[in-house]
């Protein structure tokens, strides 16, 4: 069989899951496996489910910061030092010691986010064991659709950027709905103007789930996010939920809430729901960027207004390219909670 596959499709069907597959067949046959992509949460979700012998899971940021010998980023890092100076410095320490890589097989996910990055890639290639790399089994994994880590400069076909870099890769291409329950999905193209590709479903017909909106002025942002997670609580234990933002901590509804004092009822009792660093068994809440490949049973989004159209504008990004990759994080719910979206969207 072929050494090298690419998995191709879009969110929910199933990548990750084969990728892991891979991963646990080489480390199963004695080869020494690394499974890496370049978001460091997604990293750690891929590490719960694969501690084996022989696997060794981190984000590619974590493995090159090794491979240099440095304990961390310098404060205040820039694209310029992730995307080039610290990639130019990982190629120059392989080069003096391959060793330092060694992998039998190694297993990106999320290939999108590196492949505009020539550098980024040949560090992950810098990584294998034998002097060819037909000889080493790489399987990668990726969605055209969920490129929002990058700026629309960047944007490319990743799957045409694999075949042009390792022209005998087998492109599978995957189009089942493998995560999220079919009324839910079925919703995502008439709220974003994005082609998901999806041909079936294997989540049965009549399961509970959707997608809801909730028109709400940036005021009332948080007014109705509390009355959203209070009901969500009722069918829903805390963990099962994610409130996630086009924005960071810092300009999220959530972010926003969290650094004054609650001015209600509500919101104290909608701030005691949130985690805070160290809690465990809470809502989690997160940027659409940092979640992205991950999953939630219900994912709720804030913050889909005006402001979140300006800043996907100012990454060169429309704002239907981040609800995409937060709204497929949901298995069985999504909300959206933002002005004018009823009138804008569903028509």
């Known amino acids: 069989y072929n050494n090298h596959l690419y998995f191709d499709g879009g969110a929910g069907t199933g990548k990750s899951f084969l990728l892991a597959e891979a991963a646990r067949k080489f480390a199963k046959q004695g080869k020494r496996t690394l499974v890496t992509c370049w978001n460091y949460m997604m990293a750690e979700e891929l590490a719960l489910s694969l501690t084996r012998p022989n696997i060794t899971v981190k984000d590619l940021n974590s493995i090159m910061l090794d491979i240099c010998g440095l304990k ?13 100076e610290l990639p130019e410095k990982t190629l120059e320490a392989l080069k003096l010691n391959p060793a330092l890589g060694g992998y039998e097989a190694i297993c990106v996910d999320e290939f999108q986010d590196i492949a505009a990055n020539l550098k980024l890639i040949e560090v992950v290639l810098g990584l294998v064991n034998a002097q060819k790399l037909d000889d080493t089994h790489i399987v990668w994994a990726g969605d055209r659709n969920q490129q929002i880590m990058r700026d629309g400069n960047k944007v490319l076909d ?6 042009t870099i390792m022209p005998d890769t087998v492109h599978v291409r995957l189009r089942t709905n493998c ?15 994005i082609d998901t590709d999806i041909a079936r479903h294997r989540i049965p017909e009549g ?4 997608l809801s909106i909730v028109e709400s002025s940036d005021e009332k942002q948080v007014q109705h996010l509390a009355t959203t997670i209070k009901k969500l609580l009722e069918r829903y234990s805390p963990r099962e939920i994610v409130i996630l933002s086009p924005f960071g901590e810092t300009n999220s509804t959530v972010g926003q809430l969290l650094a004054r004092e609650p001015a209600n009822a509500d919101e104290r009792n909608l701030v005691t729901q949130l985690e805070k660093p160290g809690a465990e068994g809470k809502i ?21 207004n005006d402001k979140a159209t300006e800043f996907a504008h100012s990454i060169q990004k429309e704002l239907d390219e981040l609800l995409y990759v937060g709204i497929t994080r949901a298995k069985y719910e999504c909300v959206l909670i933002g002005s004018n979206i009823q009138a804008s969207r569903l028509g």
Do not use: C, H, Q
């Not at 990743?158 to 075949?163: E, G, L, S």
């Not at 995560?179 to 103007?193: D, G, H, S, Y």
């Not at 399961?207 to 959707?210: A, E, H, I, L, N």
């Not at 940027?287 to 991950?294: E, H, P, Q, R, V």
């Open 179 to 193: 995560r999220t329950v079919p009324e839910l999905a079925k919703m995502i193209p008439r709220i974003i103007n």
């Open 72 to 84: 961390e980023n310098p404060e205040g890092a820039g694209t310029e030092w992730y995307e080039n």
């Open 158 to 163: 990743p799957a045409t950027r694999m075949k």
């Open 284 to 304: 989690r809440w997160r940027s659409i960027a940092k979640f992205k490949g991950l999953e939630s049973p219900v994912v709720v989004i804030t913050d889909v």
């Open 207 to 210: 399961f509970d789930g959707g």
